[in-house]
C-alpha cells in the first residue's frame, strides 16, 4: 500500500474507532493517527532500504511487538502532556498500517507474508525490494499505474478532501 492509502485507511480507522470526533476532534489527535498510519514504513524502509540494518521493510516496526512497546511509550508522553485523545489515535493510525499491509496477502491466501507481524520470531517475508536509497526513490518516481493504483489513489484524494476539511473546520486544538 503506498503512503496515502496507508493515510486514508489511518484516518478512516480513527473515525471508525472514535466516531464522535467526526463532528468535535482533537488536531492533535487526528494528526497522531495520521503518523501512527506512516510510522512503521517511516522506521523501517530507511533503515533496510537505505541502511541495509534491517533485512525488509517489512520488520521491525510493521511486527506487532514493536506496537505494543511504541504504543504504551506513546501513551505514557500522551498522558503526562494531557493529550489522551492522541495517546488512543497513534495505535489506532498504526495498527491500520499493517492491517493495509496485510489485506493483499490476505486476499491471495498467502499467509506465510504476514510474518513480519511476528518477526523476529519468524523470518521477515522476501520481497522485491529496493537495494538502496537510489532504487528506493525510482520506486516512487516510476509507480505502476494499475486499477488497485488508481483506485488508491482516488480514495485516498476523496478522504484527504473529507480529512483536511475535517481538520480545517471541525477539529479543536
Not at 47 to 70: E, M, N, T, Y
Request: aromatic share 16%; glycine share 10%.
Amino acid at each position: 500500500m503506498w503512503p496515502w492509502g496507508h493515510l486514508a485507511l489511518g484516518y478512516v480507522g480513527y473515525l471508525l474507532v472514535r466516531p464522535w470526533a467526526i463532528r468535535r476532534a482533537d488536531r492533535v489527535a487526528i494528526l497522531a493517527a495520521l503518523f501512527g498510519s506512516q510510522f512503521p514504513d517511516l522506521v523501517d524502509k530507511p533503515l533496510a532500504w537505505g541502511l541495509a540494518v534491517l533485512p525488509s521493510g517489512r520488520s521491525l516496526a510493521h511486527s506487532v511487538f514493536a506496537l505494543v512497546i511504541v504504543s504504551a511509550v506513546v501513551w505514557v508522553v500522551a498522558v503526562e502532556y494531557d493529550r489522551r485523545e492522541a495517546g488512543i489515535a497513534f495505535p489506532i493510525g498504526y495498527v491500520t498500517h499493517l492491517v493495509g499491509d496485510g489485506l493483499v496477502p490476505i486476499y491471495e491466501g498467502s499467509y506465510g507474508e504476514l510474518s513480519y507481524l511476528l518477526w523476529p520470531l519468524l523470518p521477515a517475508p522476501e520481497y522485491d525490494e529496493p537495494t538502496g536509497i537510489l532504487d528506493a526513490l525510482a520506486v516512487f518516481g516510476n509507480p505502476e499505474f494499475s486499477p488497485m493504483f488508481l483506485a488508491e489513489v482516488a480514495v485516498a484524494a476523496g478522504f484527504g478532501l473529507l480529512c483536511a476539511y475535517h481538520f480545517v473546520f471541525r477539529a479543536e486544538w
